[in-house]
């Protein structure tokens, strides 16, 4: 079974610095990752994902991921953090079901400090 | 643009009257999927359908049910509304294929009284 490890449930960043989110991730088979973000009452948006292919992958505003098969995570950065990155964002893997279901980590808040 | 819809964006229901949320997509996928996310946590998807298939997750409570009588448009009953069923429930889609990205809706936010 597929599982996503998010740690660190609040994470808090000066205005302009680096921005790491961690992912850890479990799949019996080679896995599709996802990060998405949400704001508060909003539903999720897409960042980026990982199929196949480059393990570096970037994203939408300015969010890139790595995806490290050894260390099984996929941590999503970004060089330099804005005060409208303040948000959730979920890290999720999909299943091997017919609709590649998605299992979603447990969430990080980021809260961007001026 | 093509969206993922979900009407109404807030709704409040009393305990045990049932009631229904709706969910409408422009983007013709064929795979539609409820998640139930309750405060500070992870979406827990519900159930979904693959074209007319519906397919429920082991632990969704017979007081969930769904109907999708086309394409576009997919619905989520609460049989019997319990306090514990507030929560935003989120609708997303998403196209047959070897990846499945999936796109949601803004939710809607139930409240029980």
């Known amino acids: 079974a597929q599982s996503v490890t998010q740690l660190g449930s609040h994470v808090s960043v000066s205005e302009g610095a680096l921005v790491l989110l961690r992912c850890n991730y479990s799949?019996?088979?080679?896995?599709?990752l996802f990060w998405y973000v949400q704001y508060p009452n909003q539903g999720l948006q897409l960042l980026l994902k990982?199929?196949?292919?480059?393990?570096l992958v970037k994203g939408i505003n300015g969010f890139e991921a790595e995806f490290k098969k050894s260390e099984t995570s996929f941590h999503l950065t970004k060089p330099s953090a804005h005060m409208s990155d303040a948000a959730e964002y979920f890290c999720?893997?999909?299943?091997?079901?017919?609709?590649?279901?998605?299992?979603f980590g447990s969430g990080t808040q980021l809260t961007v400090l001026p | 643009d093509a969206m993922v819809i979900q009407n109404p964006r807030y709704q409040v229901t009393q305990f045990g009257k049932p009631v229904t949320l709706s969910c409408s997509q422009t983007?013709?996928?064929?795979?539609m999927y409820w998640y139930q996310q309750k405060s500070s946590q992870a979406p827990k998807l519900l159930f979904h359908?693959?074209?007319?298939?519906?397919?429920n997750e082991a632990d969704t409570p017979d007081n969930f049910q769904s109907r999708r009588p086309n394409t576009s448009f997919c619905f989520l009953d609460i049989r019997s509304p319990g306090l514990g069923d507030a929560a935003m429930y989120l609708c997303?889609?998403?196209?047959?294929?070897?990846?499945?990205?999936?796109?949601f809706g803004p939710g809607t936010r139930l409240t029980v009284t």
């Open positions: 799949s019996s088979v080679p896995p599709y």
């Open positions: 359908y693959y074209d007319k298939d519906f397919n």
């Open positions: 997303a889609t998403s196209t047959a294929g070897t990846i499945y990205e999936q796109y």
């Open positions: 983007l013709n996928h064929n795979v």
């Open positions: 990982y199929t196949t292919g480059a393990t």
């Open positions: 999720a893997v999909s299943r091997s079901g017919s609709a590649r279901q998605l299992t």
